[in-house]
C-alpha cells in the first residue's frame, strides 16, 4: 500500500504562487507515473502535470509555462510549482501514482486563487 501525502496548498491572490508537495511512503523511482491532478466544483478531475519514473516531464496546455514538475528521489516527493495563478486555477489538486499492476491517490488539498 502506498500513501500519498499532499501539502502547500491555499489561499493565494492572481498572479501569485504556491508550491505543493506529495510524499510517498515508497520509493518514487519504483512507481512509472506520478501526476498531479486538480478537480474544480462541478467540473471533471483533470489532469494537470506527471513525471515519469526517469523523469521525463509532461504538462497539459493550460499550466504549460506557468507550472512546473520535479521531484526529490532522496526525499521520495514529487512537487508543483505553480507560478501567476489564475482564480480559474482554482480546485482541489491531487497527487496520483501509477504503476503497471495499480495506482494511489493522495486525498487532495485546495488551492484558491483569489483577490
Known amino acids: 500500500q502506498v500513501r500519498l501525502v499532499e501539502s502547500g496548498g491555499g489561499l493565494v491572490q492572481p498572479g501569485g504562487s504556491l508550491r505543493l508537495s506529495c510524499a510517498a511512503s515508497?520509493?518514487?523511482?519504483?512507481?512509472?507515473?506520478m501526476t498531479w491532478w486538480r478537480q474544480a466544483p462541478g467540473k471533471q478531475r483533470e489532469r494537470v502535470a506527471l513525471i515519469t519514473n526517469s523523469g521525463t516531464t509532461d504538462y497539459e496546455d493550460f499550466v504549460k509555462g506557468r507550472f512546473t514538475i520535479s521531484r526529490d528521489t532522496a526525499k521520495d516527493t514529487i512537487y508543483l510549482q505553480m507560478d501567476n495563478l489564475k482564480p480559474e486555477d482554482t480546485a482541489v489538486y491531487y497527487c496520483?501514482?501509477?504503476?503497471?499492476?495499480?495506482?494511489?491517490w493522495g486525498e487532495g488539498i485546495q488551492v484558491t486563487v483569489s483577490s
Open positions: 515508497v520509493d518514487i523511482v519504483s512507481i512509472h507515473f
Open positions: 496520483h501514482a501509477l504503476t503497471i499492476t495499480t495506482e494511489w
